[in-house]
């Protein structure tokens, strides 16, 4: 049998592999972050440390640790790890895969963990390849991805896999992680003499926006291509920080910087133009990411305009996607015009009191059943169970029924505003 080669044998990193890939945490007490997924007494945590972990989905943005943890798991499992790509690798790989896993666990009944990265960029074909193995045990499977598996994945392999989401990583788990690998001289930058200051560690953690790949290897970056000083230490400082991210630093202090992200905020929801304009060059000439001024405003357009005039959030949406393509300068002008028809649009917050409302009882209603009408019929014997149900397009369009569980049927959680647009819709049902 063709012997497996260890991708992730992290007792010995390649000399000249990057820091990112050589500072990876080695087991479950060094990972970084996802308290929430390996905390004390957590799911995934009690399934790792018994060794019962299955076949499953780890979907998360890019850095926040769903390699290395999957590696993690297969090391201290005693398992044999394979990884693919999902854009690179077709079937015959996975029946390679799958055959070979299947004579280890024959002959020496030792797992194997299949990491597929990029699983979303997985075929039908791909995917029914794998079924099988996943069924019976063949292989564990841990697919990696930054899309929804609901939506970008096909659901029979969905189905059979538990699904973890991760969250992008906090400034201070990030900044942690820099000061640790500064330190380390195994696997990390102990062996440069560096000096790096607090402002510069901190400007690589904050623009990094949670990837620890990204944040460390702007670190190596930096502390290799910044020559030495007569006493032979590396300054990594501030200036060496926005050089190898590429992103300056604000030029305002943390309170500031919040101050007039929340004034900018609040203009837009108080309907004044001149001053969420002001307060978005103030945040972009200190530094801020547009980006996320473009975020603000397509959470605007849905929070304080929704229904009230439904084309806030198409300009704002668009206005993202314009500065996107098109960068600074120019990107401004599309986000300003988006700044000021957010302002000048009429204002409706019903949207967002009814999500609240129906979310609490979505919660404290878990358990009520859907009418009888409106159950799905697509299966024999469905008619000796549902009830009749009225198509509202043999109605004209629109029918009085029952849509709501009999415990909340004459629950109302949409209340139309009096402004623009909603203001002319009447609701169909009596308010």
Known sequence: MKETFDLFSFNKPERFAPLADRFRPETLSEFIGQKHLV?????????ILAKKLQSCIFWGP?????????????????????KLNAVSSGVADCKRVIEEAGERLRLYHKRTFLLLDECHRFSKSQSDCLLPAIENGTITFIGSTTENPYVSMTPAIVSRCLVFEFKKLEAE?????????????????????????????????RTANGDLRAALNALELGVTTTPPGPDGVIVFDLEAAENSIQIPALSVDETLYYDLLSAFCKSLRGSDPDAALYYMERLISAGCDPRLLARRLIVHSAEDVGQADPMAMVVAVSALQAFEKIGLPEGRIPLANAVIYVCRAEKSNSVVTALSAAHEDAVSHPDDRVPAHLRDTHYKGAEHRTAPYLYPHDFGGYVEQQYLPDSLKDRVYYRPGPNGEEGKRPPKKKI
């Open 39 to 47: 905390g004390e007494g957590r799911l995934l945590r009690r399934a």
């Open 62 to 82: 890019p850095g926040c640790g769903k390699t290395t943890l999957a590696g993690i798991i297969a090391r201290d499992d005693g398992a044999v790890f394979e």
């Open 173 to 205: 788990e990030v900044l942690g992680a820099l000061k640790g690998a500064l330190a380390d001289p195994r696997k990390g930058m102990g062996e440069y003499a560096v000096r790096a200051s607090e402002e510069a560690l901190w400007h690589l953690a």
